[in-house]
Nanobody, 114 residues
C-alpha cells in the first residue's frame, strides 16, 4: 500500500503560480501518477497524469498552463501550475494507480483570488 501526502497548496492571485508536491511512502516507479481536483458538489476530474514511462496527458482546461512531472528517486510527483485562474480554485488530490490498486492523498486546497 502507498500513502500519498500532498503539499504546496495555498492562496495565490490570478495569474500567479503554485507548485504542488505529492510525496509517496514507497516506490512509485510502476504507478501512473495523477492529479485530480474536485469542487464542492461536483465530480472529481482529471487534471493531469503521467505514466511510469513519462507520458503525460492533461485536461483541456489546463493545457499550456500546468505541467506534471515525477521524480521516482524521491518518490514524488509535482504539478507546476502557472497562469492560475479563479476557476482553478478547489481541492487537488494526488493519485497513484496500478492495474489492481489505486491510492489517494488527502488533498490540498488551492485558492486563486481575483
Amino acid at each position: 500500500q502507498v500513502q500519498l501526502v500532498e503539499s504546496g497548496g495555498g492562496l495565490v492571485q490570478v495569474g500567479g503560480s503554485l507548485r504542488l508536491s505529492c510525496a509517496a511512502s514507497g516506490s512509485i516507479f510502476r504507478y501512473t501518477m495523477g492529479w485530480y481536483r474536485q469542487a464542492p458538489e461536483k465530480e472529481r476530474e482529471l487534471v493531469a497524469v503521467i505514466t511510469s514511462l513519462g507520458s503525460t496527458n492533461y485536461a483541456d482546461s489546463v493545457k499550456g498552463r500546468f505541467t506534471i512531472s515525477r521524480d521516482n528517486a524521491k518518490n514524488t510527483v509535482y504539478l507546476q501550475m502557472n497562469s492560475l485562474k479563479p476557476e482553478d480554485t478547489t481541492v487537488y488530490y494526488c493519485n497513484a494507480r496500478a492495474v489492481l490498486a489505486s491510492y489517494w492523498g488527502q488533498g490540498t486546497q488551492v485558492t486563486v483570488s481575483a
